[in-house]
């Protein structure tokens, strides 16, 4: 039994399936309130051309939050200085409950933007902004963007 758990270990160690190449987090929101007018922008760079790469957003917000989902913008400008919006909503709960890891007041949550053409190698820079209808989103602690190199 000892040894099925040190070898189901081992596998789990050596495939890993993704590597952060970035990862940034934003927690300044005045009274946690996300306003229309604060884009966040994140520039990173890409190494390897021909690698699949995915992108994710980060979203913290107090826990019990009254929305089921949050709309959000996703500008993505390229390399080669293509500029593509991407609107999609942040699924905040379902009929479950709760999505993400909630602790106490908190919960945190990711969930992959689905992009219209691949990254490729070259400086990128994003830009999220919320298109919820109201001048500020609600209890919102923190947002982030995550790409991942996605390994075999």
């Excluded at 905040?92 to 219209?116: F, N, R, W």
């Amino acid at each position: 039994m000892k040894r099925l758990a040190l070898a189901l270990l081992a596998i789990l160690a050596t495939s890993c399936t993704s590597e952060a190449v970035f990862s940034k987090t934003d927690t300044a929101f005045a009274a946690n309130r996300w306003q229309k007018s604060d884009i966040k922008t994140y520039e990173f760079e890409i190494d390897q051309a021909a690698t699949p790469y995915e992108m994710q957003v980060f979203f913290s917000h107090v826990y019990g939050y009254q929305f089921e989902k949050v709309p959000l913008i996703a500008e993505v400008t390229y390399p080669d200085g293509q500029l593509s919006s991407l609107k999609f909503d942040l699924i905040v709960k379902d009929a479950s409950g709760e999505l993400g890891d909630c602790v106490g007041d908190y919960c945190d949550m990711t969930q992959k933007i689905e992009l219209a053409r691949p990254l490729d190698k070259g400086k990128h820079k994003v830009r999220l902004m919320h298109d919820f209808n109201g001048e500020y989103l609600p209890n919102v602690l923190a947002l982030g963007l995550r790409v991942e190199k996605l390994m075999d």
